[in-house]
């Protein structure tokens, strides 16, 4: 299984982004498939995760602003509204289906 993040880029602060995670297979096959960030000098933290039933959960940091879903093919998004300074980080789609599966990361940079 491969995981492909893409959607990063320079924002600026109060803007949105959307990420996408494209899996070569079938994003339903997974148990959950999560968001993790990491920012520069800090350890790798859970963002917001949807479990293969559709419930969500996510990080106190980003509840109301970041919402996670499902495509109907191979893909899991992050969408992520009204940034901040603080959500700039390399952000990593991560699907688990006994194994945990890593994507290789996507730079998000919200600065004016």
């Known amino acids: 299984v491969q995981l492909a993040e893409s959607g990063g880029g320079l924002v600026q602060p109060g803007g949105s982004l959307r990420l996408s995670c494209t899996a070569t297979?079938?994003?339903?096959?997974?148990?959950?498939v999560a968001w993790f960030r990491q920012a520069p000098g800090k350890q790798r933290e859970f963002v917001a995760r949807?479990?293969?039933?559709?419930?969500t959960d996510c990080a106190d940091s980003v509840k109301g602003r970041f919402n996670i879903s499902r495509g109907r093919g191979n893909t899991a998004y992050l969408q992520m509204n009204n940034l901040e300074a603080e959500d700039t980080a390399v952000y990593y789609c991560?699907?688990?289906?006994?194994?945990?599966?890593w994507g290789q990361g996507t730079q998000v940079t919200v600065s004016s």
């Open positions: 949807i479990a293969g039933g559709g419930t």
């Open positions: 991560n699907a688990h289906r006994g194994v945990a599966y």
């Open positions: 297979e079938s994003i339903f096959s997974f148990t959950y």
